[in-house]
């Protein structure tokens, strides 16, 4: 079970800003990487098109090698595409030198699920060294990283190496050097990915404080649904290359449509179901036996009378196996696991809880 994140929902109402104001655009954008080895070319990314507006949060999510990593490289220029633009910020990133791209890395920064800090530097010192290389002077270096550090609670350590800290004060540190040039944009490749779940939610509490009071932008990629489900308001589901579902978060998992979105959310259920019907549960309907499902609760929602009904007027008795209340992007969310018998009774069940309640439904497998 998550608690709410103490930092996401602002009192006053979000003046939201017009469409057209993405601060990152992708235009139609596809990436292939060359064969090698004897082996054939990489699409990694397919026609991909994608907006981010400016003071959001955007998480893409997808499994290993769907081509995140290459989504998030084309947009400080590491990578270039194959075909289409990427626009960040009014400039087409796509088509700059590398001299023109060393420039606009200032304001698209970037932070690494092994943090990538020196390890022969202090935190301070790996704070400064953006600042060095853009040509600061000494005095405004050393205000700024007090600043910095201050900023992500770490001035205790300015004088610790990389070894000596945590995981998640490494990942502080990579989050200060960051925000050293006063970026625009702030990317995040799989950031929590080596984190406890502890250091996780306090890193993304960190990351949500920072888009908030410095109005910075961030895309964020992961393979974890929990991350999306605490700090994003939009996503996008990347699945081979290609977006394979896009919108607000709490509209995409509490219905997704796409098989891969399905899959993410009902690992999460999966973790809450009691193990020994995991180990039992069979792909195929049996005999006399009970059928899995997962139902979604949207929003605050009273469970018994869903069960209660479906006993009254379907004469379906369904038993709840496990049950969890969670929160997506602020919204209260529930999914309830229940067994129902196999059979004709599993399509009433289902159709009955969609006409009547419009609840959201999943069969998540079969138990003898
Ligand atoms: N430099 C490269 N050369 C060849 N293939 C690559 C290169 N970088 C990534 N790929 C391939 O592109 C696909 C997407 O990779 P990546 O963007 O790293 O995915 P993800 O970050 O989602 O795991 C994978 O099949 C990967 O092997
Ligand atoms: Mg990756």
């Not at 990133?93 to 800090?117: G, P, T, W």
């Not at 002077?137 to 910095?148: F, N, P, Q, T, Y």
């Not at 070894?163 to 990579?174: D, I, P, T, Y």
């Amino acid at each position: 079970m998550n608690a709410p994140l103490t930092l996401s929902e602002p009192i006053a109402p979000i003046a939201f800003e017009p469409e057209d104001d993405a601060i990152i655009r992708f235009e139609s954008v596809s990436k292939r990487f060359p064969a090698r080895n004897g082996q054939p070319f990489v699409a990694a990314l397919h026609e991909v098109d994608l907006s981010v507006s400016r003071g959001s949060i955007l998480g893409v999510i997808g499994r290993s090698g769907a081509g995140k990593s290459t989504l998030i490289r084309l947009v400080n220029g590491l990578e270039r595409p194959s075909a289409g633009r990427v626009v960040v910020d009014g400039l087409e990133i796509s088509s700059k030198s590398e001299a023109e791209l060393r420039a606009a890395r200032r304001s698209i920064s970037m932070i690494f699920q092994h943090f990538n800090l020196l390890s022969s530097r202090t935190a301070a010192e790996n704070v400064a060294l953006p600042l060095e290389v853009a040509g600061a002077d000494g005095a405004a270096i050393r205000r700024r990283v007090e600043e910095l550090l201050d900023l992500v609670g770490l001035s205790d350590k300015r004088d610790r190496y990389p070894a000596e800290l945590s995981g998640g004060q490494k990942q502080r540190v990579g989050i200060a050097r960051a925000l050293a040039t006063n970026p625009k944009v702030l990317l995040s490749d799989e950031a929590t990915s080596a984190l406890d779940p502890e250091t996780t939610r306090s890193i993304l509490e960190l990351l949500a404080r920072i888009n908030r009071e410095l109005d910075l932008t961030i895309l964020l990629i992961t393979h974890e649904m929990s991350v999306i489900r605490s700090i994003a308001r939009e996503v996008a589901v990347l699945d081979a290359g290609r977006i394979v579902e896009q919108g607000d978060v709490f509209d995409i998992f509490t219905r997704p449509r796409h098989p891969v979105t399905r899959s993410f959310l009902s690992e999460e259920t999966g973790r809450a179901l009691p193990p020994s019907l995991v180990k039992h549960l069979l792909p195929k309907p049996v005999p006399g036996g009970q059928t899995v499902l997962r139902i979604a609760f949207r929003g605050a929602f009273a469970t018994e009378p869903v069960i209660a009904r479906l006993a009254r007027d379907e004469a379906i008795e369904a038993n709840i196996v496990a049950g969890t209340v969670d929160e997506i992007a602020g919204r209260p969310f529930g999914a309830l696991v229940v067994t129902v018998p196999s059979g004709p009774e599993t399509e009433r069940a289902l159709n009955f809880l969609h006409s009547e309640f419009g609840l959201g439904t999943e069969v998540l497998g079969h138990v003898a």
